[in-house]
């Protein structure tokens, strides 16, 4: 039988048992359909697990007894911060899926001039289904902690969300010198912050306010990919690259 793991933010152990309560409840017993004696394995978003087993049900609350708690060390590979122009319609709830597989720290979407979405009244609701899908992209993928979704923000708000991060690549459709290869053989220790512009392009003037603030212009080469398979591929390079060393 598969074991399900759960996201549970904030989690009350006590005597080596968890409870929960609430939404957390209800998907347990009305659609995962579990009953006491049958595992359900948590995570905090954190870097942790916990292997339970049903304790206990009651009519608003579930006992878990916590079996062990595996911590998964930090990955080798540097944590990547993706500042990305967000996409209309569900290809950027794929990006957001895709992303986390492949390992990414922070979302950040991020409104240029040429970002076709407003984020009015609306749109309030679109930062948490990503949250939503990036919690289940964790869980389906083994992850044990959960991308941070930040709020949509400006282009020239980014900086306090990036402050110490060293390592900063725009990628820049006119840019034809330096390559992802060129900037990652050459970059520092620490995490990185990657820039993806809208399809209609960053703007020189944006792209002088990145270079002003410490990021490096860089490009895929000549194909051109779409808004939502730039960060796959890059993210897929970098994954790539930390797995040999």
Not at 29 to 36: F, P, Y
Not at 88 to 109: A, F, N
Request: aromatic letters at 8%; charged letters at 30%.
């Amino acid at each position: 039988m598969e074991i399900r793991r759960v996201f549970v933010d904030k989690l009350k152990i006590k005597n080596g048992m968890a409870l929960l309560a609430g939404p957390m409840y209800k998907y347990i017993i009305t659609v995962l359909r579990k009953t006491i004696g049958e595992r359900i394995d948590l995570i905090d978003g954190k870097g942790y697990l916990y292997r339970c087993i049903i304790n206990n049900i009651k009519s608003k609350e579930l006992f878990l007894q916590v079996l062990d708690v595996v911590h998964r060390p930090e990955e080798k590979r540097p944590k990547v911060t993706l500042c990305v122009s967000p996409i209309k319609g569900p290809r950027m709830d794929w990006l957001i899926e895709k992303s986390t597989e492949l390992g990414v720290e922070r979302i950040l979407p991020t409104i240029f001039k040429r970002t076709l979405i407003k984020f009015n009244d609306k749109e309030k609701g679109k930062n948490e289904r990503w949250k939503r899908i990036a919690i289940e992209a964790s869980r389906q993928s083994g992850r044990f902690s959960i991308p941070e979704i930040i709020e949509p923000t400006h282009l020239r708000g980014i900086l306090p969300c990036i402050e110490n991060i060293p390592n900063r690549w725009a990628f820049y459709e006119r840019e034809k010198k330096t390559s992802l290869k060129d900037v990652i053989s050459r970059q520092n220790e620490g995490e990185i912050c990657l820039i993806i512009g809208p399809e209609g392009g960053i703007e020189e003037l944006e792209i002088e306010w990145l270079k002003e603030n410490g990021f490096t212009p860089c490009t895929l080469g000549e194909n051109i990919f779409r808004s939502e398979t730039t960060p796959l591929v890059i993210l897929s390079i970098i994954l790539y690259e930390y797995s040999k060393k």
